[in-house]
């Protein structure tokens, strides 16, 4: 059963890219793209997004934004209303990533991570919520992690600001599903990337960013509240989670050697 409506077509579909600079949301904004959606594109990077919205013609549109500072969002969103007249999908992929040990934090590090994967949703939740709601349609997609399901080593930070993506996600479900909102939760395993370049041990079931697009895809398509890819992997993990804490610990150690 979807908890989701599907979306069945998507041509002429609005929509909004947060983070589509590189990795998978600019993947994600080639696929949509390809199958016939207009797409907004957001990051730091302007002078990438014009690039690919000169590429695509009437269908994209540039709005670069930061989304550590709020009051970019809502002028970035009246501009995307004010060009197609709304929005019915949104999908929030901004983020960065530094691997870290406990020996190796730093809090000033640790907030700059927070204010990229957390607060940049936070930021950009009231403005698009409220634009949802006076449509009475939408959906909202997080892109969080399989981090979030549990500690992994070189995750302190990142990790933690997945699984509070996690939390928001099922919350933000419960309160905006009644109201005809649709969410949807990204949980990607790994996925090459430049910040998994960073990752310095064997990453397990590694896919493409566009491969991890034509999951996303194949998943709003079907309706899910999760989207967790590639399920090969990530199922794993799932079952991990229900291990008792020795087991867990044990097992997280000897996958990862670390």
């Not at 059963?1 to 002429?12: C, E």
């Not at 970035?76 to 901004?94: F, P, Y």
């Not at 009475?136 to 997609?141: D, F, L, Q, R, V």
Request: with cysteine.
């Amino acid at each position: 059963m979807s908890l989701n409506p599907p979306i069945s077509d998507w041509r002429d579909v609005r929509v909004w890219i947060v983070g589509a600079s590189s990795g998978i949301g600019a993947a994600l904004a080639r696929a949509l793209l390809e199958r016939g959606a207009r797409v907004a594109l957001s990051a730091r990077s302007s002078e990438d997004l014009q690039h690919a919205a000169v590429m695509h013609g009437e269908r994209a549109l540039a709005v670069p934004l930061d989304v550590t500072v709020e009051a970019d969002i809502a002028p970035a969103l009246q501009k995307i209303i004010a060009t197609w007249g709304g929005v019915d999908l949104v999908v929030l992929c901004a983020g960065t990533h530094q691997p870290v040990r406990a020996w190796e934090l730093d809090a000033g590090m640790a907030r700059r991570m927070v204010d990229v994967n957390l607060n940049g949703v936070f930021n950009a939740l009231p403005a698009i919520v409220q634009q949802m709601l006076l449509q009475k349609s939408g959906g909202i997609a997080v892109v969080s992690s399989v981090a979030g399901y549990g500690g992994l080593p070189t995750a302190l930070v990142y990790g933690a600001t997945k699984a509070a993506l996690i939390n928001l996600s099922e919350t933000l479900y419960m309160d905006l599903a009644p109201r005809g909102i649709g969410v949807y939760l990204i949980n990607p395993g790994f996925v090459k990337t430049p910040l998994t370049d960073k990752n310095t041990f064997e990453m397990p079931a590694l896919i493409s960013a566009d491969e991890a697009a034509r999951e996303m895809v194949a998943g709003f398509e079907r309706g899910r509240f999760e989207i967790h890819f590639p399920r090969r992997f990530t199922l794993w993990l799932k079952l991990l989670r229900l291990l008792p804490y020795r087991w867990y610990f044990a097992l997280v150690r000897k996958g990862t050697g670390l």
